[in-house]
């Protein structure tokens, strides 16, 4: 595709809508990544929809916000007997249920506490490794060898779910290097799945290596 | 990164000026072709960091083979920065699809969309293209609402509010050069002022 063609055609437009069959994106794509003119359309383009997307979401949710016509302290207001009744709800779940949630928590993390924990392996697709926990407990361990010579500053660790849910996971460089790593992660988070964590090696403070990636199946009951 | 793509000529002197390791062509080339690979991108990676990876990785690629001499036509420069992009999403992709084995391939999130617009949006942009939102009548920017936050099918709303597909392209034609106009007459106002 040439420059002219691009402009006869309304390429920017019809890119941008979608309507291009795949040869033809691929023509306009690699003829804008050399004419400077139609690169700028593009971006135009881009840049507009972009920024008008990001306006009509924030009028859609201002929208949604409508304040009430009366003035919000006036008693025979609805709204304020509403806004009333739902602070004295949030008030009394803070009170009743999330404080001595939280406070049960406390404690049973306080506590020393046995968890279900698995040593992972790097697996071909197919082979699969199991992990069965209760709700109960507060965590799941999983223990990683570092394959011989990773020396790095640091680590990352990131768990994906099958369903694409991503969890970044902190990670201490093990004390000697013969050692596994080790990561505690919390129960709450999790759901019975089939997950996938990945470990990159970190030189100066960006991920640089991938060190491996480990499969397993994971059971709450 | 967010700024339109400042137009130059991709020609000889670029080329050597960019093997030989010039700090503010390879900015230029880092800005000019990260902000295209952002736009080709958006369509093809899975997520945004994915699009981070694969842009950050074909950037890579290039300058190296730039700095080892292996591109010699500077018109095709660009064409070589799209090629290697491909190819370089394509390994991204095998990659991920080798370790989950259900598949990477779900849906792209809304909030995801708007990570990966992320470096589009700008308070200065923002208010342009509220003034030219506002010279649309209602019915014109209602359908740009409808394509732009609702994503309806085109088809489908455009047999609603009996609007053709040209009617659609001619709108977002007007929009986009009218948006332009605004950004080249600041551009040339803030130059005046610079100097």
């Given at each position: 595709?040439?420059?002219?063609?691009?402009l006869?055609?309304?390429?920017?437009?019809r890119?941008?809508?979608?309507?291009?069959?795949?040869?033809?994106?691929?023509?306009?794509?690699?003829?804008y990544?050399?004419?400077?003119?139609?690169?700028?359309?593009?971006?135009?383009?881009?840049?507009?929809?972009?920024?008008?997307?990001?306006?009509?979401?924030?009028?859609?949710?201002?929208?949604?916000?409508?304040?009430?016509?009366?003035?919000?302290?006036?008693?025979?207001?609805?709204?304020?007997?509403?806004?009333?009744?739902?602070?004295?709800?949030?008030?009394?779940?803070?009170?009743?249920?999330?404080?001595?949630?939280?406070?049960?928590?406390?404690?049973?993390?306080?506590?020393?506490?046995?968890?279900?924990?698995l040593?992972?392996?790097?697996?071909?697709?197919?082979?699969?490794?199991?992990?069965t926990?209760?709700?109960?407990?507060?965590?799941?361990?999983?223990?990683?060898?570092?394959?011989?010579?990773a020396?790095?500053?640091?680590?990352?660790?990131?768990?994906r779910s099958?369903?694409?849910?991503?969890?970044?996971?902190?990670?201490?460089?093990?004390?000697?290097?013969?050692?596994?790593?080790?990561?505690?992660?919390?129960?709450?988070?999790?759901?019975?799945?089939?997950?996938?964590?990945?470990?990159?090696?970190?030189?100066?403070?960006?991920?640089?290596?991938?060190?491996?990636?480990?499969?397993?199946?994971?059971?709450?009951? | 990164?967010?700024?339109?793509?400042?137009s130059?000529?991709?020609?000889?002197?670029y080329?050597?000026?960019?093997?030989?390791?010039?700090?503010?062509?390879?900015?230029?080339f880092?800005?000019?072709?990260?902000?295209?690979?952002?736009?080709k991108?958006?369509?093809?990676?899975?997520?945004?960091?994915?699009?981070?990876d694969?842009?950050?990785?074909?950037?890579?690629r290039?300058?190296?083979?730039?700095?080892?001499?292996?591109?010699?036509?500077p018109?095709?420069?660009?064409?070589?920065?799209?090629?290697?992009?491909?190819?370089?999403?394509?390994?991204?992709?095998?990659?991920?699809?080798?370790?989950?084995?259900?598949?990477?391939?779900?849906?792209?999130?809304?909030?995801?969309?708007?990570?990966?617009?992320?470096?589009?949006?700008?308070?200065?942009?923002?208010?342009?293209?509220h003034?030219?939102?506002?010279?649309?009548?209602?019915?014109?920017?209602?359908?740009?609402?409808?394509?732009?936050?609702?994503?309806?099918?085109?088809?489908?709303?455009?047999?609603?509010?009996?609007?053709?597909?040209?009617?659609?392209?001619?709108?977002?034609?007007?929009?986009?050069?009218?948006?332009?106009?605004?950004?080249?007459r600041?551009?040339?106002?803030?130059?005046?002022?610079?100097?």
């Amino acid at each position: 595709m040439d420059h002219e063609e691009a402009l006869k055609s309304q390429a920017v437009e019809r890119y941008q809508l979608g309507e291009m069959p795949p040869e033809e994106r691929d023509a306009f794509e690699q003829h804008y990544f050399s004419c400077p003119e139609c690169a700028a359309a593009v971006y135009a383009a881009t840049a507009f929809a972009a920024n008008a997307r990001s306006i009509f979401l924030n009028a859609k949710e201002a929208a949604g916000r409508t304040p009430a016509r009366r003035r919000w302290w006036d008693w025979r207001n609805p709204v304020f007997a509403f806004a009333a009744a739902v602070l004295l709800l949030v008030v009394s779940f803070e009170e009743f249920v999330r404080i001595p949630g939280l406070k049960g928590r406390i404690a049973l993390l306080s506590a020393p506490q046995a968890f279900a924990s698995l040593a992972l392996r790097p697996v071909a697709r197919g082979d699969d490794q199991a992990l069965t926990a209760s709700r109960t407990d507060a965590f799941i361990g999983l223990a990683v060898d570092l394959p011989p010579g990773a020396a790095y500053g640091g680590f990352v660790c990131e768990l994906r779910s099958a369903s694409g849910a991503v969890l970044s996971v902190p990670v201490r460089a093990p004390a000697a290097p013969e050692e596994p790593l080790n990561v505690l992660i919390p129960t709450d988070s999790l759901k019975s799945n089939h997950y996938t964590l990945t470990l990159w090696g970190q030189d100066s403070g960006r991920p640089s290596a991938e060190l491996g990636s480990f499969s397993f199946t994971l059971k709450i009951h | 990164m967010g700024d339109a793509p400042e137009s130059v000529r991709f020609d000889a002197a670029y080329l050597d000026r960019l093997r030989a390791g010039d700090q503010e062509t390879q900015r230029h080339f880092c800005d000019y072709f990260g902000m295209l690979l952002q736009i080709k991108l958006a369509n093809g990676a899975r997520s945004w960091q994915m699009l981070q990876d694969v842009r950050q990785e074909t950037l890579l690629r290039v300058l190296q083979a730039v700095q080892e001499g292996k591109i010699n036509q500077p018109a095709g420069l660009g064409a070589f920065v799209w090629t290697t992009s491909n190819y370089v999403l394509w390994q991204f992709r095998r990659a991920e699809d080798r370790y989950q084995p259900g598949g990477g391939g779900t849906p792209e999130p809304a909030d995801e969309r708007m990570e990966i617009e992320r470096e589009l949006i700008r308070a200065d942009l923002q208010r342009e293209v509220h003034e030219i939102l506002g010279e649309l009548s209602d019915k014109d920017r209602n359908i740009l609402r409808q394509l732009l936050l609702e994503g309806r099918n085109k088809q489908e709303f455009g047999d609603e509010l009996g609007v053709t597909p040209e009617y659609l392209r001619v709108l977002l034609h007007r929009a986009k050069e009218r948006f332009r106009s605004r950004l080249t007459r600041r551009k040339r106002a803030a130059a005046g002022e610079t100097k």
